[in-house]
């Protein structure tokens, strides 16, 4: 066969770079938005912050419509998008003709004189720092506080020295002379140092050293240090039977006994150099108006942005080569600006649209959740479910039952004999009630739970029961039974 030409004419589907800049915004978190908002302002000169809001910016339309209404030409928009967007694109297409939106916001540019900044929390001290800095000052002689602080390193992450005294004993080079009683005694001026519990080699040690440590006329604290030390797996299974037969006490000495245990901290070492706690700007808030309820767009998480118009008045007047790159710079700018601007109509309109759907969860709580998956939005909204897919991942609303993620609103569920589903979040609440009112001296089994459920009409398998239960880190039923 002889080599050939052939023209052939296919189609295919292109995303451009608009459209890509805004399937990647919408599928961003606030936070990670912010960032790649500030990145853009530092890199396009035609882009910049604005604190002001005139007539006919972004915040002042959107956040005031209900999810629900939206202009003609968004609708075209979006029937236009899905359209182009069956092959899984995800995201509404825009226009590339340009427009100049302010989106409303916090967002300040790096050289506004009056930004403030927020106080950043003091750096905790770690667990090696503390126990370094009370070796400092106790009077013990260097050597010994050379040895001490070496097992202070050797300290896992929760407290406790995992490696074996021996085992150490035979690393260390024989010319510094350390032997086992010296690791032996330095271990026992460590866990004396001022936070009891630490340096424990197991479980029973640490709360054994944490029960010493209280005053010797504390009621029962000799019981309770006999059962971290001889009985802890006896104490871990509830076998109170057992232990009271071991130990010869009564039902009061030992539910005393087991007051103080779980006391304790079983992690001594988790109290330093903790981390400060993420925090998430909801991107909408919930409210109830007029007996409805309604979303609307949270304005501290929506940069606020312009074209800069001096730099666009000089890109009017000039007609040289060199003002190739301002005009590209420009169009990217009003690509930016506008895909900011749908990202939030979609966010809120999924929103919205999840309001409407979860209305007996913001009366009534998880117990009021109903069955939901992204197909029902999907369908309600117009929309490719990975367009509503991507509007809920690390999206939140603030209501007034707290912050929730967008996804929490999703679940499958389970049909009742009724003929109706219950959701899988409704019977999380179900057995948390259940087992929140049971008799702590005979809890309730996940078997019988099953039988108080079908008798409401929900039919749940005894292991659907112990799944939900495990997560929702509920004990089984022998580690929730008390004296």
Known sequence: MKPALQLRLSQQLTLTPQLQQAIRLLQLSTYDMHQEVARLLEENPMLESSDESGAGTFTAEASSLPAHSSTEAEEARTTNSEERGENDTGADAFDSEPVDWNTGGVMRSADDEDESYPEQAAEQTSLREHLHSQLTTSSIDDKDRKVVGMLVDALDENGYLAQDLQELADLLPDELEITLDDLETAL????????????????????????????????????????????????????????????????????????????????????????????????VIVEKHKNRWRARLNAEAMPKLRVNQIYANILQQRSDKNSSQLAVQLQEAKWLIKNLEQRFETILRVAQAIVERQEKFFEHGEIGMRPLVLREIADQLELHESTISRSTTQKFMLTPRGIYEFKHFFGSGLATESGGTCSSAAIRELIKQLVNAEDAHKPLTDSRMAEILAQQGIVVARRTIAKYRESMRILPVNLRKSL
């Open 188 to 283: 026992v001026q460590l866990q004396h140092l001022d936070q009891p519990g630490l340096g424990a080699r197991n479980l029973g040690e640490c709360l054994a050293l944490q029960l010493k440590a209280m005053p010797e006329d504390t009621p029962q604290r000799d019981l309770a240090v006999r059962l971290v030390s001889q009985h802890i797996d006896l104490v871990a299974a509830h076998d109170f039977s057992k232990i009271k037969k071991l130990l010869r006490c009564t039902d009061d000495e030992l539910r005393t006994a087991q007051q103080l245990i779980t006391g304790l901290n079983p992690k001594p070492g988790t109290e330093f150099g903790q981390s400060v706690a993420d925090y998430v700007v909801p991107d």
